[in-house]
């Protein structure tokens, strides 16, 4: 049972145009959304966060928006940038049993932007 | 600061070998965890330590076990090796950030495992 959605894998882009990707989550115990940002060969970087109790938080030309109601978030990058190709996780944070705080990933998309 | 460490970086197994996969944060967390990755799927937690001197069982722990050795070091064994154990594993660790307690969890380079 996949918790937490990305439904496209791939997502293609044309430098200084707007980025958007989405996820879909099901638990609405979660209380905390993050993005990660993932090269190839490295491990996936934060990026931006978003408190449940929240529907945006901008951080340059990264913006989250979190719907609720919908159980939808979704990053918006502008402009895109070349360098901003790489795979994007949604995550979202739950308590585990045991203490500490458990993210459920995303499958990932695989953001190209090009010239 | 060298933030998270993994090692080895690739490790190329046989059916029924073991291993031990290394993991050290030089940031003063008090959580770290294990994920393993695989295509089309997100990062799956294996195994997590909330605290120094506590463990516990993630969404996939079969097959695998975990050693706190300090506050710095968590380690993954892999006692017998079989095909789908390949992967790429990453080790994390966290911090609730500042007033917010924003979650940040950060990650290693990754270990990239064969099991032939």
């Known amino acids: 049972d996949q918790q937490v959605k990305q439904n496209s894998p791939s997502l293609s882009v044309q430098e200084g145009r707007i980025s958007i990707l989405n996820c879909d989550y099901t638990?609405?115990?979660?209380?905390?959304f993050l993005w990660y940002k993932k090269y190839p060969a490295e491990g996936p970087t934060f990026l931006i966060s978003i408190s449940s109790i929240k529907d945006k938080n901008e951080d340059g030309r990264f913006t989250v928006f979190l719907n609720k109601s919908a159980k939808h978030l979704s990053l918006h990058i502008v402009p895109s940038q070349p360098g901003d190709s790489a795979v994007y996780f949604c995550?979202?944070?739950?308590?585990?049993?045991?203490?500490?705080?458990?993210?459920?990933f995303g499958t990932g998309t695989q953001l190209k932007v090009e010239l | 600061n060298a933030g998270v460490t993994q090692t080895p970086k690739f490790q190329v197994l046989k059916t029924g070998q073991s291993m031990t996969l290394q993991c050290a944060q030089d940031?003063?967390?008090?959580?770290m965890y294990w994920y393993r990755q695989d295509p089309g799927m997100g990062l799956r937690l294996i195994y997590y330590s909330a605290s120094e001197g506590t463990t516990d069982k993630g969404e996939v722990p079969n097959g695998y076990n975990v050693s706190r050795l300090n506050k710095r070091e968590f380690s993954l064994r892999l006692e017998s090796a079989a095909p789908s154990q390949t992967s790429v594993y990453f080790c994390a660790s966290n911090t609730l950030e500042g007033l917010r307690r924003r979650e940040t969890q950060y990650f290693g380079p990754g270990t990239r495992l064969l099991v032939l």
């Open positions: 638990n609405s115990m979660f209380d905390y």
């Open positions: 940031m003063n967390h008090n959580s």
């Open positions: 995550a979202a944070r739950g308590i585990l049993t045991g203490g500490g705080n458990k993210l459920t």
